[in-house]
């Protein structure tokens, strides 16, 4: 079974850095579609950014120019790099993998807090 796991998450400082890592599991990354996602708490789950198998990149609006989605086939794993983190920022944060129109796989999430 394909498996999602997510790592990187910690606190930072308002201003800070953090780089998000999702490694696949049990599967061919270049053949997925890979989203992240996050979540706040009393927030609805949002998508954050996205990159296709051919590379092509997609970031909410409040993100672009901070947040930076790579892919790197060969370690089988997704990378989200942040920058100028705000506290607005706070969430858990999901990959997602899908292939084609297949159901997406979900990883565990993992926490990243902005102090301000």
């Known amino acids: 079974q394909v498996q999602l796991v997510e790592s990187g998450g910690g606190l930072v400082s308002a201003g800070g850095s953090l780089r998000l890592s999702c490694v696949v599991y049990?599967?061919?990354?270049?053949?997925?579609?890979m989203t992240w996602f996050r979540q706040a708490p009393g927030m609805q789950r949002e998508l954050v950014a996205q990159i296709s198998s051919d590379y092509d990149t997609h970031y909410i609006e409040t993100v672009k120019g901070r947040f930076t989605i790579s892919r790197d086939n060969a370690k089988n794993t997704v990378y989200l790099q942040m920058s100028s983190l705000k506290s607005e920022d706070t969430a858990t944060y999901f990959c997602?993998?899908?292939?084609?129109?297949?159901?997406?796989?979900w990883g565990r999430g993992t926490q990243v807090t902005v102090s301000s």
């Open positions: 049990g599967g061919t990354l270049s053949n997925y579609r």
């Open positions: 997602a993998g899908q292939v084609d129109y297949s159901y997406p796989i």
